[in-house]
Nanobody
């Protein structure tokens, strides 16, 4: 089982950028599809971005499309979320998640319940 730790959260003004990192240990990272989710108090955890285990396919929530970029480095066992043009509504705790690739899985994993492994989360606060 892979263990995940997120880094890079913080406070930024609207229009600014942040880069979140998700460091993996244990398991075979290159076999895991990776996702980023976020959550605000009283709300469900929502999908942000997804990248396949190969790194060749990505998917984004409409709310972040064109502003956020997900990437991964299998050699470094890391997944990343570059967040640009940040808005106050992007304020949330951001989580990375992993699910080992399986031939029976959906092509794009956008539902929290599809993931078995989660990081502890990192706070992102965007002020207006």
């Amino acid at each position: 089982q892979v263990q995940l730790v997120e880094y890079g959260g913080g406070s930024v003004q609207a229009g600014g950028s942040l880069r979140l990192s998700c460091a993996a240990s244990g398991g075979t990272f290159r076999s895991y599809n990776m996702g980023w989710f976020r959550q605000t108090p009283g709300k469900e955890r929502e999908f942000v971005a997804f990248i396949t285990w190969t790194g060749t396919h990505t998917r984004y929530a409409d709310s972040v499309k064109g502003r956020f970029i997900i990437s991964r480095d299998n050699a470094e066992k890391g997944a990343y979320l570059q967040m640009n043009s940040l808005k106050p509504e992007d304020t949330a705790v951001y989580y990375c998640a992993a699910r080992i690739w399986s031939p029976g899985d959906s092509a794009f994993l956008t539902i929290p319940q599809e993931y078995r492994n989660w990081g502890q989360g990192t706070q992102v606060t965007v002020s207006s």
